[in-house]
């Protein structure tokens, strides 16, 4: 019953470092997406995705690339790590993308130094 | 463009008191739906309930309740005989199913409610 994984639960970068954050869904859900949550600020969203092979972009996509190429997986890739990316981030799953319940992984706390 | 307030940034209650946590929501669609997500000091999101735009029947779930009032917008949830484990940040959320993004973008979140039951 793995629902959303996310993996790194725990990651710490250097500025200008690349990485990505893996999120898999087993639940066949044709939305995912990707929020980063920072002190005070609730949950913005970063990606999202509404089926294999199409992404778009949230709120606060600056810095951040994405991906869809099957329906279970949809990675986040920092390109050039900033400081500013230090947060922690949450990829979600839904069936579609209206109305329905949106389930979140267990999250990743990135810091970059 | 949607949007979520949720006005206490901090509630402390002693064990076994009631407690309200308010959301008030703006939105241009008429078809939305409302969620309440809990987030434990373990740091997951943990979902609550999800409420549509043309359901405003109240809902009760063991201690916990909402109230959905379109006429004031707001979603309020209620936690009765309050327990230390309900000790989280409780989040407020809204999503659209509008014309323009038909909910593809996703959830718009209150800045949260910091909830401290103490013993």
């Known amino acids: 019953n793995a629902g959303v994984t996310q993996t790194p639960k725990f990651q710490v970068l250097k500025t200008g470092q690349s990485m990505t954050l893996q999120c898999a869904q087993d639940m066949n859900h044709e939305y995912m997406s990707w929020y980063r949550q920072d002190p005070g600020m609730g949950l913005r969203l970063i990606h999202y995705?509404?089926?294999?092979?199409?992404?778009d972009q949230g709120e606060v996509p600056n810095g951040y690339n994405v991906s869809r190429s099957t329906t279970e997986d949809f990675p986040l890739r920092l390109l050039s790590a900033a400081p500013s990316q230090t947060s922690v981030y949450f990829c979600?799953?839904?069936?579609?993308?209206?109305?329905?319940?949106?389930?979140f992984g267990e999250g990743s706390w990135l810091t970059v130094v | 463009a949607q949007k979520v307030t949720q006005a206490q940034t901090e509630i402390s209650v002693v064990e076994k008191e009631d407690v309200t946590l308010d959301c008030v929501y703006e939105?241009?669609?008429?078809?939305?739906?409302l969620f309440w997500y809990k987030q434990p000091p373990s740091g997951e999101l943990v979902f609550l309930i999800r409420?549509?735009?043309?359901?405003?029947q109240n809902e009760i779930s063991g201690r916990y309740s909402w109230n959905f009032q379109k006429s004031t917008s707001s979603f309020n949830f209620t936690i009765t005989a309050s327990q230390v484990v309900d000790s989280a940040v409780y989040f407020c959320?809204?999503?659209?199913?509008?014309?323009?993004?038909?909910?593809?973008?996703?959830?718009?979140f209150g800045k949260g409610t910091h909830l401290i039951i103490q013993p």
């Open positions: 995705s509404v089926g294999a092979g199409i992404t």
């Open positions: 939105t241009r669609d008429t078809t939305y739906y």
């Open positions: 979600a799953s839904s069936y579609t993308f209206s109305g329905n319940t949106i389930y």
């Open positions: 959320a809204l999503s659209e199913a509008g014309s323009t993004g038909g909910g593809a973008d996703g959830l718009t």
């Open positions: 409420r549509n735009s043309f359901d405003e």
